[in-house]
């Protein structure tokens, strides 16, 4: 693996504490039953979201980084490459999260655009990684 690609793959696995506390968080308001969260299905849903894209993602782009180095890509590409694909697992759980942050919310807030974002990010890059690998 490159330099590039090892220092990514160590920022994306500084972020696994984070989905994990996610995790514990969401256990923690069904366990504790705190108010706005299992009575609110919407909040409930796309903080479910958060945390499963979260997870998924971190996965995905650990496993992209070793896939990047080997892209017949110019290197500015790659690097592009990598950023677009790190900005999925940032981008889409903060649009789940911060759209419905406050207990009350009954509706995504316009911050749910940061979700398209991020799908945005990992369509091209994925898609630039896949072009780069044929």
Known sequence: MSPESLSTAGVLLITVPGVAFGGVTLLKFLMRDVPGYLDNPVRRGLWRAGHAHAGVLVLFALVAMLYVDQASLPEGVKAL??????????????????????????????????????????????????????
């Not at 950023?83 to 009350?104: D, E």
């Open 81 to 134: 490459t990598r950023v677009l694909i790190v900005a999925a697992p940032i981008l889409m759980p903060l649009g789940f999260f911060l759209s419905v942050v406050r207990p009350g919310d009954t509706k995504p807030s316009r911050l749910i655009w940061l979700t398209a974002a991020g799908g945005a990010c990992l369509a091209v890059g994925t898609l630039t990684l896949g072009v780069g690998l044929l």
